[in-house]
């Protein structure tokens, strides 16, 4: 059974943990209320796992776990640090070497029985795999679902939609978004944010500042990478994803502040934002108008493969967005597409099919057959191309669903060769 340590000043929290620890069938837990008493207890009585609270008064959880990381005597420990939401978090705590899992906000017991129980369960992977999952090249090779990702521009599907589209589809990986401000990264297991990272910012912050700062300064871009597990990365983020973008969505209200900087800001970079504004206001008429052309959807547009987000759940993004264009597929069985209005599924080809049996088949096709790809070209308005398709995106999914029942196969087969 493996052995843990819970470092923690508040009796009552050390209780309630191990409390819910006992009843996940962890029953081997040590408890000490300081730093010390930890370093006493590792040379004594080494476990398999830390959990520390950050703030201690004498040696805070990130400086223990430096301890630990340096001692060679621990090597193998892992190690979870738990801090709450108005902690500082140290610069350098999430690069290699640093704690396994940091989690920052009022976290439940549960969750933290959760976290340690997925650590404890990466460690015992048998030899045999755990050896070839060290190798960093196969590691990222075997992760990886396919090459091409997800990518595309934030003008044509914001932050916002793109995050629900991937939580609709239960993904996990990374977003990455390049921004005139700089690069941020949102972190999904299992179609849930658990991470964010923008400048000096980590957590719910850094999320809110990305959003925003997307959402007012056009042409950033994305890219997701999708991987077959989550476990070697910091949770710093709980509330779920309608959650997160209820809050946020105060901060885009075109009616709201010209600026929000969400961190500990220094005066300089106060003023630099103070200053920007200024000098925005004040330009000459004739040189802020060409401004809106910046803001055209750029020709990036939205690209990805259909192992990562198939059909229906690109589908849905769109409809989502409630966004107009055209979504052209890549089939190993040839070409097809998608016209949408302002989210609504208006036409589709595929061979020699038109409308709806032309998207059944597409559904069905790219569902069995991998290595599909897509593109999605945005357009300002869809009113010259024939519309052959009535119902919602929602009616049309459900009855296509049916095509993708393994015992229907031979039938859908047949519908996408005629």
Known sequence: MARLLLIDPDRGTVAALQQALAVAGLTDVSAVISGSFALTMLERDRPDLIVSRARIHDIDGYELCGIVRSDPEFTGILFVVLADAEDEVPAGAFEEGGADRILVGAFSPETIVTEVRSLLAARTIPESES??????????????????????????????????????????????????????????????????????????????????????????????????????????????????????????????????????????????EVRSLLAARTIPESESEPVPVAVAAAPEGLRGSLDVMDLAEVAQAIALGGKTGHLVLALASGEGTVVFDRGRIVHAEFGQLVGEPAFTALVVTSHRAPGGTFFFNPMEAATSFQRTIERSVESLLLSTAAGIDEGRADTAAGVSSN
Request: proline share 5%; charged share 20%.
């Open 131 to 272: 050896e070839s999952a060290a190798e960093p090249v196969p590691v990222a090779v075997a992760v990886a679902a396919a090459p091409e990702g997800l990518r595309g521009s934030l003008d044509v599907m914001d932050l916002a939609e793109v995050a629900q589209a991937i939580a609709l589809g239960g993904k996990t990986g990374h977003l990455v978004l390049a921004l005139a401000a700089g690069e941020g990264t949102v972190v999904f297991d299992r179609g849930r944010i658990v991470h964010a990272e923008f400048g000096q910012l980590v957590g719910e912050p850094a999320f809110t500042a990305l959003v925003v700062t997307s959402h007012r300064a056009p042409g950033g871009t994305f890219f997701f990478n999708p991987m077959e597990a989550a476990t070697s990365f910091q949770r710093t983020i709980e509330r779920s994803v309608e959650s997160l973008l209820l809050s946020t969505a105060a901060g885009i209200d075109e009616g709201g502040a010209d600026r929000i900087l969400v961190g500990a800001f220094s005066p300089e970079t106060i003023v630099t």
